[in-house]
T-cell receptor, first 109, second 111 residues
Framework: EDQVTQSPEALRLQEGESSSLNCSYTVSGLRGLFWYRQDPGKGPEFLFT???AGEEKEKERLKATLTKKESFLHITAPKPEDSATYLCAVWTGGFKTIFGAGTRLFVKA | DAGVTQSPTHLIKTRGQQVTLRCSPK?????VSWYQQALGQGPQFIFQ???????QRGNFPDRFSGHQFPNYSSELNVNALLLGDSALYLC??????????FGQGTRLTVV
């Protein structure tokens, strides 16, 4: 069965303390991997799409990378406004996308 | 561009009742997917609509049904509501199989 696992469940950082979030997947055939940011009570906001191992995408303080078994979301010098839940989702070529449970990030000033 | 819009934003229903949630996709998008997100969990795929047809369904009972209109807007209907149906219901639109963009969600509370 296709599965997406995100770790850690929660991450607490000081402002400026860089770290990484992990998304590991077990799927029959990866066609695309998506990262989203979700603020409390809101819908997910699209961040990145990665299609093949070795691919990297960057946006401000965020950088997403992809290997054959996992993806990382690197956060460089985070600010309090980066606090949110970060969701990873995989697409295997069908019509549905499988989401992980997310990593809740808290950045303290 | 208004993006994906959902209505209503919040809803309280009683067990056994029926509910209809509405979604207008992002301009130019022809595909609408619905997700259920329980507190602390990731979104779970309910179904996807394209050209007014349901293309794929996730692991949800027949109490969950939907519709897509010629203007690509969509409705999600849930019959015989259970307490466990309380969740954030998300609509996402996309252009064929590209990345999806989400609305702000409808918070459904069943009492």
């Amino acid at each position: 069965e296709d599965q997406v696992t995100q770790s850690p469940e929660a991450l607490r950082l000081q402002e400026g303390e860089s770290s990484s979030l992990n998304c590991s997947y077990t799927v029959s055939g990866l066609r695309g991997l998506f990262w989203y940011r979700q603020d409390p009570g809101k819908g997910p906001e699209f961040l990145f799409t990665l299609y093949s191992a070795g691919e990297e995408k960057e946006k401000e303080r965020l950088k997403a990378t992809l290997t054959k078994k996992e993806s990382f979301l690197h956060i460089t010098a985070p600010k309090p406004e980066d606090s949110a839940t970060y969701l990873c989702a995989v697409w295997t070529g069908g019509f549905k996308t499988i989401f992980g449970a997310g990593t809740r990030l808290f950045v303290k000033a | 561009d208004a993006g994906v819009t959902q209505s209503p934003t919040h809803l309280i229903k009683t067990r056994g009742q029926q509910v209809t949630l509405r979604c207008s996709p992002k301009s130019g998008h022809d595909t609408v997917s619905w997700y259920q997100q329980a507190l602390g969990q990731g979104p779970q795929f309910i179904f996807q609509y394209y050209e007014e047809e349901e293309r794929q369904r996730g692991n949800f009972p027949d109490r969950f049904s939907g519709h897509q209109f010629p203007n690509y807007s969509s409705e999600l209907n849930v019959n015989a509501l259970l307490l466990g149906d309380s969740a954030l219901y998300l609509c996402a639109s996309s252009l064929t199989r590209a990345e999806a963009f989400f609305g702000q969600g409808t918070r459904l509370t069943v009492v």
